[in-house]
């Protein structure tokens, strides 16, 4: 499926400045995550997730060090990677939940997983693992953007060092999240937010 996503400036060239961006402020103020069970097909198409991931790697990063990378899963690949993980799931001392949890996997018909990869060197690794974070969230922006739904989620795998090993993650690597993007089939309703002034003070010297 063809996308409408602009290319991205060339590098040096001018991007947008001072322009008002009404579509982008309504989403943000209204947005929600779809939960796991209702994502469906169709998901991204090849096009289309080529522009999530070049949108997701716009992300703020100091350094530029590009201390992320994505792994794509989906079709049969990924029922086989449930598959490993519910066997997995198995000998773990919580087998009944992390067996459970897996529809959230199965379900929807693509995962991106998020890895921050920690680059050796002066920028800390918290500012590194901060903007793996803001690429799982620029990741689900992008997809609601589109028409998808979308989910960030851990669960146990994401930790597990035998689930780790199983998605080649590096010592040096940790998921950021798994982002689960489909079709939505159910509207998700407003969840309590926080309220900004408990949240915010203004600091006076
Ligand atoms: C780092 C991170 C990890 C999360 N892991 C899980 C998870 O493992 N399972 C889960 O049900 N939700 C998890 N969530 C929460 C979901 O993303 C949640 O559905 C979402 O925050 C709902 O809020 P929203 O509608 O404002 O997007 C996680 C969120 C974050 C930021």
Known sequence: MPTNVPAAPEFGQPTPFGEIHPDTLALLAKRRSSSPQHLAAPAPSAEQLNDL????????????????????????????????????????????????????????PLAVLVVSRVVEGHIPAWEQQLSAGACCQTLVLAATAMGYGANWITDWYSYDPRATALLGIASNEQIAGVVLIGTPTEVPLERVRPDIEAITSVWKP
């Open 53 to 108: 991931l070049r949108l997701a790697a716009r992300v703020p990063d100091h350094g530029k060090l590009f201390p992320w990378r994505f792994i794509v899963v989906q079709g049969e690949a990924k029922a086989a990677l449930a598959e490993r993980l519910e066997a997995l799931a198995k000998e773990r001392p919580d087998a009944d939940k992390a067996g459970s949890v897996l529809f959230k996997l199965k379900t929807p």
